[in-house]
């Protein structure tokens, strides 16, 4: 296994983030030409725009409830769903407790001149012929929200057994499922998780990631537990060779390698990023 490309990515890239955030011009923040031109997310989650004010408004307990509220998991999956702050911030008097009927007219409302989802997340109707905001709100929130006592974390639970958890929600994959968990493992009980580090479910864009750093065909096929087996292996590497103060966490590698396999199709020809660096705040 050699880790030597993907952690100059992650360098890299980082070192592009703290230019950034410190006024250096953008023509000296990187001599790389695709990281240069393309949209790549931070190599921590947390130091993404959406995560920032998701975490800075609504985990902190600065909205209308506080940081310890039994049911910030369900808040989370809300902001998750819809994943777009201006939408977030017109419902979030009617999100704990839940009321689907003035979270739909506001953003009935809303949509006539603006978006009302983020398009980083694909979030459908699972191929039901309806409306995609009637769907998540009675399909998908109104049923979670009359399970919640079943669906509140419990302080015996592991990352992965909260994921699990969730994972059975109509309308939670295991994409946005593990997006819920790492919001909330920075609150009360899952911040004492045993898994807490390293733990990260894959994706198509991480298992392809792991496939190029061990040098595997890219479209290799991984069982769930044998990715993650070579994964926390990854993760000790990696964080063995940056030597940062802050390790990066399991759910922070697993973003990066998404990451690094669209560096690596850029690089090598095989395709390039949908989405061109506009330079907007990170």
Same mark, same amino acid.
């Given at each position: 296994?050699?880790?030597?490309?993907?952690?100059?990515?992650?360098?890299?890239?980082?070192?592009?983030?703290?230019?950034?955030?410190?006024?250096?011009?953008?023509?000296?923040?990187?001599?790389?030409?695709?990281?240069?031109?393309?949209?790549?997310?931070?190599?921590?989650?947390?130091?993404?725009?959406?995560?920032?004010?998701?975490?800075?408004?609504?985990?902190?307990?600065?909205?209308?409830?506080?940081?310890?509220?039994?049911?910030?998991?369900? *808040?989370? $999956? @809300? +902001?998750? /769903?819809?994943?777009?702050?201006?939408?977030?911030? !017109?419902?979030?008097?009617?999100?704990?407790?839940?009321?689907?009927?003035?979270?739909?007219?506001?953003?009935?409302?809303?949509?006539?001149?603006?978006?009302?989802?983020?398009?980083?997340?694909?979030?459908?109707?699972?191929?039901?012929?309806?409306?995609?905001?009637?769907?998540?709100?009675?399909?998908?929130?109104?049923?979670?929200?009359?399970?919640?006592?079943?669906?509140?974390?419990?302080?015996?639970?592991?990352?992965?057994?909260?994921?699990?958890?969730?994972?059975?929600?109509?309308?939670?994959?295991?994409?946005?499922? *593990?997006? $819920? @968990? +790492?919001? /909330?493992?920075?609150?009360?009980?899952?911040?004492? !998780?045993?898994?807490?580090?390293?733990?990260?479910?894959?994706?198509?864009?991480?298992?392809?990631?792991?496939?190029?750093?061990?040098?595997?065909?890219?479209?290799?096929?991984?069982?769930?537990?044998?990715?993650?087996?070579?994964?926390?292996?990854?993760?000790?590497?990696?964080?063995?060779?940056?030597?940062?103060?802050?390790?990066?966490?399991?759910?922070?590698?697993?973003?990066?390698?998404?990451?690094?396999?669209?560096?690596?199709?850029?690089?090598?020809?095989?395709?390039?990023?949908?989405?061109?660096?506009?330079?907007?705040?990170?």
């Amino acid at each position: 296994m050699t880790v030597t490309g993907l952690c100059a990515f992650i360098n890299e890239r980082e070192n592009i983030r703290v230019k950034k955030e410190l006024g250096v011009p953008r023509a000296q923040w990187t001599k790389d030409p695709i990281l240069a031109t393309y949209r790549f997310c931070n190599v921590r989650r947390n130091d993404d725009r959406v995560t920032r004010w998701i975490h800075e408004n609504w985990l902190s307990g600065r909205g209308p409830w506080d940081a310890d509220n039994e049911d910030m998991w369900f *808040a989370m $999956v @809300v +902001a998750r /769903l819809f994943n777009l702050p201006k939408t977030l911030d !017109a419902i979030e008097h009617y999100v704990l407790p839940c009321k689907p009927a003035d979270i739909r007219r506001v953003l009935r409302k809303r949509r006539e001149k603006h978006p009302i989802f983020n398009g980083a997340y694909i979030v459908s109707t699972n191929g039901r012929a309806m409306d995609k905001l009637d769907y998540v709100l009675d399909v998908v929130l109104a049923p979670i929200w009359k399970q919640r006592k079943r669906l509140r974390p419990l302080a015996t639970d592991s990352l992965d057994i909260y994921h699990t958890t969730l994972v059975q929600c109509q309308g939670l994959g295991s994409f946005m499922a *593990a997006q $819920v @968990v +790492a919001d /909330l493992k920075y609150t009360a009980p899952l911040n004492q !998780a045993k898994d807490w580090q390293y733990w990260a479910a894959s994706g198509p864009g991480s298992r392809r990631g792991l496939n190029r750093v061990m040098g595997r065909p890219v479209d290799a096929n991984w069982t769930e537990a044998r990715w993650r087996e070579d994964f926390r292996d990854l993760w000790n590497l990696v964080n063995g060779t940056l030597r940062w103060e802050i390790p990066l966490t399991g759910q922070d590698l697993q973003n990066c390698l998404c990451e690094f396999d669209k560096y690596e199709r850029a690089r090598l020809g095989e395709g390039k990023p949908k989405q061109l660096y506009k330079g907007e705040r990170v």
